[in-house]
Nanobody
């Protein structure tokens, strides 16, 4: 029923910017969480950013320490689309980026646990060269 489709990945030089999009369908709950995760080769999937949406308005943004001040999570409720604006990119930001959704309000760092999220997109590759 719920489908998430990421787009906007690609290759970029260090210091550059990229914006990822996640088109959602079949998810009509009034309140839910949405987020971005990434996975580099040989590493675990890690939480990048998320927020809680209530009545189409986002609340409680969370970011991994490594991306604070550089990445911004946002949405266009009318278009059912989630975004991740990534600035000042470094090679350490490379990996497959995934969009995720869950009918839950997370507290503390529980949003970083991948098993707490029920719906996932297929992922989009981001490669940052030096």
């Amino acid at each position: 029923q719920v489908q998430l489709v990421e787009s906007g990945g690609g290759s970029v030089q260090a210091g550059g910017s990229l914006r990822l999009s996640c088109a959602a369908s079949g998810y009509t709950y009034r309140s839910y969480s949405m987020g971005w995760f990434r996975q580099a080769p040989g590493k675990e999937r890690e939480g990048v950013a998320c927020f809680y949406i209530n009545g189409g308005v986002p609340y409680y943004p969370n970011y991994a320490d490594s991306v604070k001040g550089r990445f911004t999570i946002s949405q266009d409720n009318a278009k059912n689309t989630l975004y991740l604006q990534m600035n000042s990119l470094t090679p350490e930001d490379s990996g497959v980026y995934y969009c995720a959704a869950e009918r839950s309000l997370f507290y503390g760092d529980t949003w970083k646990r991948t098993l707490n999220w029920h719906y996932w997109g297929q992922g989009t590759q981001v490669t940052v060269s030096s």
